[in-house]
């Protein structure tokens, strides 16, 4: 099954768009909950989970950062490889987690970083999303497209070697806008990221960019890796 869990991203409830522009297949097979996360401080999502979706930042939209029923559920997902997909700020979803934010390949990074980087930013600009040139296997299968205008996020933090799958330039720079990486327990990772105002989140291109790596998260296997540390 996929568990999607979203907050309401400042009242644009793009997280439920997504979900709700998935077909009816894949929305069938999936839990979804947006500004409540007791499921995943239960903890009795993860045995059944194939696939994370996540659309949340913690502490935003007036919402405490999940505790520490989610993190250990969260943990013993990825430690037994379970793939992720990150939409638009979610590598940020467990922040104040330490080893959530070693893990995320390319991490948005708070004010008042916990570990001291330099936070992210995200002008906001039209935005044309291209195919990259790299020979990873959803290259020929994602497809191109455009936003009016939507945050591009950059500055954000290299966690991880990654495969760049879709780009886009903003004053006068390339930045990613979805990657694939892995993490240490060997579980893939996709980190999507445009999605905020609803006009973008409800882009043909954009959903069906969101279905093909829904369907790509179910059905590729994760790589082996060295074990993560447990501290």
């Not at 994370?52 to 993190?71: F, R, Y």
């Not at 979803?93 to 936070?119: C, S």
């Not at 935005?127 to 950059?154: M, N």
Request: glycine share 8%; proline share 10%.
């Amino acid at each position: 099954m996929i568990f999607f869990f979203a907050d309401d991203h400042y009242r644009t409830r793009a997280g439920a768009r997504i979900f709700g522009n998935l077909p009816g297949d894949l929305r069938n097979q999936s839990v979804f909950r947006e500004n409540d996360f007791s499921l995943l401080e239960s903890g009795a999502w993860e045995p059944a989970c194939e696939l994370l979706v996540l659309h949340l930042i913690g502490t935003t939209c007036s919402l405490p950062h999940p505790g520490p029923g989610a993190e250990a559920a969260v943990k013993r997902y990825c430690a037994r490889r379970g793939p992720l997909l990150l939409l638009h700020g979610s590598s940020a979803a467990f922040w104040q987690w330490p080893w959530w934010r070693r893990i995320t390949g390319m991490r948005w990074v708070r004010p008042k970083d916990p570990d001291g980087v330099e936070r992210s930013v995200h002008p906001s600009a039209p935005c044309q999303v291209r195919l990259s040139k790299c020979r990873h296997s959803l290259a020929g299968q994602l497809v191109p497209f455009e936003l009016p205008e939507d945050e591009i996020y950059t500055a954000l933090e290299q966690t991880a070697p990654f495969w760049t799958l879709l780009e886009c330039d903003v004053e006068g720079r390339t930045f990613p806008q979805c990657t694939e990486s892995f993490t240490p327990w060997g579980g893939r990772v996709v980190n999507f990221l445009p999605g905020h105002k609803a006009e973008c989140v409800d882009s043909p291109g954009l959903a069906a960019n969101v279905e093909l790596l829904c369907r790509y998260l179910l059905s590729a296997p994760p790589v082996d890796a060295p074990p993560i540390s447990s501290r």
